[in-house]
């Protein structure tokens, strides 16, 4: 009761909102939901894997940016840290610095301060929750949930400040970057999250205002801070993603204007920067990852379209005069997800046909192209069976 008081619920007409799913399909989410009702030993095994995956997240820990041993820059452990990736002392000097770059290749470093990887384990841990909670209702899964968004956002010991100040520093080089930000490319997945937590009596008015006062400070650290306009300006998947996170954001704030503005230059200053004539993306295929890279890029020009269509703005039918679209990139990356050839661009990592399934059956729906759809069905296995994209795709 004192909880209530404290933080009152929010009303039917709060909870419902105007806010919709932006890449999560509801339809699907309420398939599954009537099957998982009627008859639990008839749910697939996407849904099997999900719920043993959000009872696998009420067994973990909270976690919070305050739990690096490092202390930031700026001597404030709630602001986020985290090195480059890909930067390694350099040998030939005493001290190693200013570091070098290996690209593709990850320093055990990164992995030392650990922010990004909290800030993945939350991501991860709040989506899956939330959407175990929208098929089954179980409230676990929903108070769980909320308690880490909690945590990360909103408790005054442990909430992270909305800047990414500090990402990705080069040692010797600087104290962060604008490519940091693609360590918060995932809040696409916590946007979604939030409008299926809003519908739990733990999503009280007190959790409503604070997300949306620090996603609100946090867009405007995107718009207008030095590594936010970095961000923008890149020209390969940094600049997708860092279009994909502020057009989530926004919309999910009621900012249909700065979604819009932002969709509506993908077609000129992504796709027809990003992709070649014949539908190769060169900024990603000199990447020592090239396959991952291309594929990447090519999944947040996908989303970016579908943010486009839920607005009005028509990114799908987007070709430049010499060819190049979202469809021809599709038919570059095709015959290699099906072995008709053979990758011969740099590749560190294992080669993964599935990697393109959802680029593929997304694009086989939006293109009523039965070669995607063939392919969809080639690189598919039980790997694929058991993810998430089943909750991902749009209707036929």
Not at 34 to 50: D, F, G, M
Not at 182 to 205: C, G, N, P
Not at 247 to 272: F, N, P
Request: net charge positive.
């Amino acid at each position: 009761m004192i909880l209530a008081l404290a933080c009152p619920m929010m009303t039917a007409a709060q909870q419902s909102g105007n806010l919709e799913l932006l890449l999560l399909n509801r339809a699907a989410i309420e398939r599954a939901r009537e099957t998982y009702r009627a008859n639990r030993s008839h749910i697939s095994p996407a849904v099997q894997a999900l719920i043993k995956d959000a009872d696998a997240a009420l067994q973990k820990e909270l976690v919070s940016v305050v739990q690096k041993q490092q202390t930031p820059p700026s001597g404030d452990k709630h602001d986020y840290m985290s090195l480059g990736p890909y930067w390694w002392p350099d040998t030939t000097k005493p001290d190693g610095l200013p570091y070098i770059r290996r690209d593709g290749e990850v320093n055990p470093e990164y992995r030392l301060v650990g922010d990004n990887e909290r800030i993945d384990q939350m991501v991860n841990n709040v989506s899956t929750l939330a959407l175990a909670y929208a098929v089954s209702r179980d409230g676990r899964y929903a108070s769980r949930a909320i308690r880490q968004v909690r945590e990360w956002f909103l408790n005054p010991p442990t909430r992270m400040n909305p800047h990414l100040d500090y990402a990705q520093a080069i040692k010797g080089v600087n104290q962060g970057r604008g490519i940091g930000i693609i360590e918060t490319y995932a809040f696409r997945h916590l946007i979604d999250a939030f409008v299926l937590l809003r519908q739990s009596r733990e999503w009280t008015s007190d959790v409503d205002k604070g997300i949306n006062s620090w996603f609100a400070s946090y867009l405007t650290w995107l718009l207008e801070s030095p590594n936010g306009k970095d961000e923008a300006g890149w020209k390969n998947n940094h600049g997708s993603a860092y279009d994909v996170q502020v057009s989530c954001i926004a919309l999910y704030l009621g900012k249909k204007e700065i979604a819009q503005r932002v969709l509506r230059e993908v077609g000129t200053k992504r796709i027809a920067v990003q992709i070649e004539p014949d539908g190769s993306q060169p900024l990603e295929l000199e990447r020592t990852k090239s396959w991952g890279y291309s594929n990447m890029n090519l999944d947040a020009l996908i989303e970016l379209g579908l943010l486009g269509h839920r607005i009005g703005v028509d990114i799908w039918s987007f070709k430049t005069d010499d060819g190049r679209s979202i469809h021809i990139a599709v038919e570059y990356l095709l015959p290699y997800a099906v072995g008709q050839k053979k990758w011969t661009w740099p590749q560190i990592v294992p080669f993964v046909p599935e990697r393109m399934y959802y680029a593929l059956n997304i694009a086989a729906r939006k293109y009523i192209d039965p070669s995607f759809a063939a392919a969809a069905r080639a690189v598919w296995n039980e790997k694929v069976q058991e993810s998430r994209i089943t909750f991902s795709l749009p209707p036929r």
